[in-house]
């Protein structure tokens, strides 16, 4: 691993997420909407929809909007959505990777497009940053709610079949191969440890600096791109902030 760090990122935007709340509940909601149609309404039986419901269960999503959504997958609902990533660079030049779930491809591009070239971005052709990016398994575990230390975690980590560990003051990230993610959280919670987070997610191979002068650009690109309902997910290749 490149010393990359999500979870100081992923704390230091929780206010600022907190705040679009009922944003991403409809953006949960669509995702387990497709994990079901696609797989089944049965989350033991149908790993996908499993993370997605975890992942709604951390984001304090209400058991009704849960239950809405998987009811509409096992009924007659004709509701579709399509899977379309995006590929560009923000100001600066940082690579910026962006995936979408849309029942509307045009409406989504051009919202894309107008996000990029409005906030000193450019979009780019598929293919154009996505080999900058490792899929990988990202699980996290706060160091409050664990007795174990580096050596101990290290050990679960392996003996669960997780590729890589990382450890700071506040928490343990724990980075696997996509295929072996259900796995490896599976045997971490069988171990008694508390997931902060634990999702599928894309980690850039290497980070570069925003320049401070375009630093309100870039964020307000991500802010942008993150307030599309049709956006699922926004990776970039930024490095932290201090």
Known sequence: ???????????????????????????????????????????????????????????????????????????????HYDEITYEGYAPGGVAIFVEALTDNKNRTASSVRVAFTRNGGSLGASGSVAYMFNRKGYIVIDRSTTDADEDQMLLD????????LQTSDDAFEIYTDPKQFAQVRDALVKAGYKLANAELTMIPENTMAVPEEKQDQFNNLVEALEDDEDIQNVYTAAADED
């Open 157 to 164: 980590v392996m003996d669960a079949g997780g590729d890589d």
């Open 1 to 79: 691993m490149s010393g990359h760090s999500k979870w100081h990122n992923i704390q230091g935007r929780k206010n600022a997420q907190d705040a679009k709340r009922g944003k991403i509940f409809q953006k949960l909601s669509r995702e387990i909407y497709m994990a079901a149609k696609n797989g089944g309404p049965d989350p033991s039986g149908n790993p996908n929809l499993r993370m997605v419901m975890d992942k709604a269960h951390a984001n304090n999503m209400p058991k009704t909007n849960i239950d809405r959504a998987l009811k509409k997958a096992e009924g007659n609902s004709d509701e």
